[in-house]
Nanobody
Framework: QAQLVESGGGSVQAGGSLRLTCVGS????????MGWFRQPPGKEREFVAA????????HYADSLKGRFTISRDNAKNAVYLQMNSLKPEDTAVYYC???????????????????WGQGTQVTVSS
């Protein structure tokens, strides 16, 4: 069964860094726009970043620009989220998501991504 598997979450002190990895198992992510979303405790899921399958377009939530970086390695069928200068408000469950193959445009809404990983917890302490 095709799936997305996240890893790399954990606990870190404020100011630290983490790199999340999402690997497509049985799913070729090279033809999908890949997104990262997060859901803080008690809050709605929110967009973090997206990388278009064409390789020429990345997008970030305005509040995260400069601290988070999305990248991918199609040879490894993986997408990454490098998170630097972490803050307690970055505490959340982080999810990766894949668009339909060859999707036009860059979706920013979770409902536009049909495929999701199980999530990985990131906890930032002050």
């Amino acid at each position: 069964q095709a799936q997305l598997v996240e890893s790399g979450g954990g606990s870190v002190q404020a100011g630290g860094s983490l790199r999340l990895t999402c690997v497509g198992s049985g799913r070729n992510i090279s033809v999908s726009t890949m997104g990262w979303f997060r859901q803080p405790p008690g809050k709605e899921r929110e967009f973090v970043a997206a990388d278009k399958w064409t390789g020429d377009s990345t997008h970030y939530a305005d509040s995260l620009k400069g601290r988070f970086t999305i990248s991918r390695d199609n040879a490894k069928n993986a997408v990454y989220l490098q998170m630097n200068s972490l803050k307690p408000e970055d505490t959340a469950v982080y999810y990766c998501a894949a668009s339909a193959a060859l999707a036009v445009g860059v979706p920013f809404r979770g409902n536009d991504y049909p495929f999701w990983g199980q999530g990985t917890q990131v906890t930032v302490s002050s």
